[in-house]
DNA sequence: CACTGGTTAGTCAAGTTTGAACATAGGACT
DNA sequence: AGTCCTATGTTCAAACTTGACTAACCAGTG
């Protein structure tokens, strides 16, 4: 299974433990996760039984609301725990250039991290697009340069850097909101994540 | 399949025809289509053999080079070409949010439609980005005034409208490049795209 | 000549994704 | 009361993706 489908499961399941199925289900639809994360419905239970399955979930027992269907929920185990953090730091210390998943999964996750070092990994970012843009002044100079690649190829370099550019931006606006106390990160006091009024 | 990997496929074929698998799979790795749109060297190959049955692409025999291993080599059909002036148009005409790999595809493929189509479409991207961001920050003034939703719902939608941004600065800069004549489009006259030179 | 490592061209089994379908319950409407 | 639609909670078969692996050939080296 791809990294981004056991990250966003994964973390949906540390945010809102404990948790089952269709609650991540409706809460991951509502972040659009459908349209830009290979993520449908029958995704999200193959994630959660092989997450459990490599130990990283565990399941929480059965339950029931009402008359409703029982259901099952999970919560993250200790090795889960690890293996989140790990997997979001990875993603936060490291720029794609073109890919844009990983830095979509950060907007929803990196609250798992301390505040001290998400800052610190945004910062990393603004320096790291910088020379990823640089790098890609010389790639489009190849193309130019060279017989064999086809012209346009040039454009995937201009796009990824154009792209860049405004994912910096982000990442300097997101840093002054997080500066100034926005959200809540690991370690601090604070409500755990509101969950959805239908629950 | 996913669409983006019969698009690309289906393109590269209409790009290169007649060509064979391995070519595709190197040609393709340069673009780095392995960093963004999920496609390994095997997704080619059943994606080859998916359109094949489906009848957008037909074999065009077998051939050698040299001592090396036979391989097999393919066209577009008429069906074929319409399906992926189809699909091109669709991923032109669409600004999609939150999933990039639709303009990364068109890229690399747009030139298979008419110049003036091409201007015409990225003229109403750069007018339909503005209406995204505009309702973006609708969706943003909805996650701060709701009690349900996680605050941080809103740096999806400041990440997918600093990216929209940039996206919408290279299809300026593209449009200006197209109309000052770069790249050979649908029925100009011109060389094919080269070939790689270690054919 | 023999060996080693790289290239060509494609295959393959396991795991993942898709786009429903399924079973049950509740609510609205006639 | 009956019917239809929606909600809950999950499963499922088919198709797709992954990350090698395979077989044959080529080039370089000792």
Redesign the interface.
Known sequence: M?TTTRLVVLGAVH?FQPVHGYFLRRELM???ID??A?IQPGSIYNALRSLKNDGYLAENGTETAGNRPERTTYRVTEEGEVELLRMLRDTLWTV?????KP??VL??FM?ALQREEVLAGLLHRVTEIDARIASNTYHIGDVASS???????R??F??A???????Q??AR??SERIRTG??VFAGEDGDR??????D
């Open positions: 791809s945010q509502t972040w659009h349209e830009w290979n794609e250039v073109f890919d844009t830095v979509m907007t929803s609250y017989s064999s690649t086809p012209a346009y190829v454009e995937i201009e796009l850097t154009a792209r860049l550019r405004g994912e931006q982000w606006d997101v926005d959200y994540p509101a969950r959805a009024a239908t």
